[in-house]
């Protein structure tokens, strides 16, 4: 049974930063790409960033470079989102997926950012 679990959202003023976390269990890691999504109310969810587990690569949405970095703790099962220079646009409900080929099977149930 595969499960993502994020945290680490909350409120922040603009120009702060918050780092988000997304915990695997089950058999999720080394071959997967670990991608995170936000969604705003009204609008769709967007990809924000994404990591390919294995290569170690990462790519970002245009809305995010030079802002946010993902990075991995490979000990701990582990995915994050640091998230700097926040802006009021940055507020949404951000979720963790995995994906081990086309498509994001599994997802968390997100963790709410708002910056005011």
């Known amino acids: 049974h595969v499960q993502l679990v994020e945290s680490g959202g909350g409120s922040v003023q603009a120009g702060g930063s918050l780092r988000l976390s997304c915990k695997s269990s089950?058999?999720?890691?080394?071959?997967?790409?670990m991608g995170w999504f936000r969604q705003a109310e009204g609008y769709e969810r967007e990809g924000v960033a994404q990591?390919?587990?294995?290569?170690?690569?990462?790519g970002y949405a245009d809305s995010a470079k030079g802002r946010f970095t993902v990075s991995r703790d490979n000990a701990m099962s582990t995915v994050y989102l640091q998230m700097n220079s926040l802006k009021s646009e940055d507020t949404a409900l951000y979720y963790c997926?995995?994906?081990?080929?086309?498509?994001?099977?599994?997802w968390g149930r997100g963790t709410q950012v708002t910056v005011s």
């Open positions: 089950g058999y999720i890691w080394s071959n997967y790409c």
């Open positions: 997926a995995a994906r081990s080929s086309v498509s994001f099977a599994y």
């Open positions: 990591m390919d587990l294995n290569a170690g690569t990462s």
